[in-house]
């Protein structure tokens, strides 16, 4: 795997320099926004509603179906995107990983995402490793081996990930999970104290709103 670490140097910097998920929790000082945050308008993002989830995050676990059926009930103008927090500890493995299937193989996508959370939540498997994600693909029953999915593509998986931690810096995105809407408006479960069904109002309220 040593064209995947040489190709990615610079992105493993920053997100070993970010932050750990803390899951479903307002970020310091920002409280005062809810119900939800807002930031500078994202270029590009304006018709997205973007969920960023983490393996070893329950409640990203725990949301998981609704976020699926939030998927497939959104009005045709708009698009939707989950996305992996990166932090150090999932670590930027899981990054590529998911982003190489997302790539290649995006029918497979559900399923590798559900296997992670089982992998890592109730089996204790670890995405920092390639075994790990190994195991994880096989689980999800991707076609080919995942870590030699990404070996194969790491210059254009390395500039994705770059992206991405741009993105996730950009919409300020600390913990997990956190819906982006039009690349402005961000909410977590937190904000309704963890009810799902105020949650979900919530949710469906934002997106009606940034139409």
């Known amino acids: 795997m040593k064209r995947i670490r040489i190709a990615l140097l610079a992105a493993a910097a920053i997100a070993v320099a970010g932050p750990v998920a803390a899951y479903a929790q307002v970020p310091p000082g920002m409280e005062q926004l809810k119900p939800y945050l807002q930031v500078k308008p994202i270029a590009g993002e304006d018709e997205t509603v973007r969920v960023f989830f983490s393996p070893s995050c329950p409640f990203s676990r725990m949301y998981f179906q609704f976020f699926k059926n939030l998927e497939a009930t959104l009005p045709a103008e708009k698009s939707f995107a989950f996305t992996p927090l990166v932090n150090k500890a999932d670590g930027i493995e899981f990054a590529l990983s998911y982003l190489a299937i997302q790539k290649y193989y995006p029918a497979y996508l559900h399923n590798f995402m559900e296997a992670s959370f089982i992998g890592v939540q109730d089996k204790g498997l670890s995405t920092r490793n390639w075994a790990g994600i190994d195991k994880i693909g096989r689980a999800a029953h991707v076609p080919v081996s995942v870590p030699a999915l990404v070996e194969a593509h ?10 991405l931690l741009v993105l996730q810096k950009s919409l300020q995105i600390t913990n997990t999970p956190a ?10 479960p937190e904000f309704t104290g963890g009810d799902a069904a105020m949650f979900s109002q919530l949710v469906n309220g934002v997106i009606s709103m940034a139409r």
């Not at 790491?154 to 992206?163: D, F, H, I």
């Not at 819906?179 to 977590?188: Q, R, S």
């Open 154 to 163: 790491a210059g254009s998986l390395g500039s994705s990930l770059q992206a």
């Open 179 to 188: 819906v982006a809407v039009a690349g402005t408006y961000i909410v977590t």
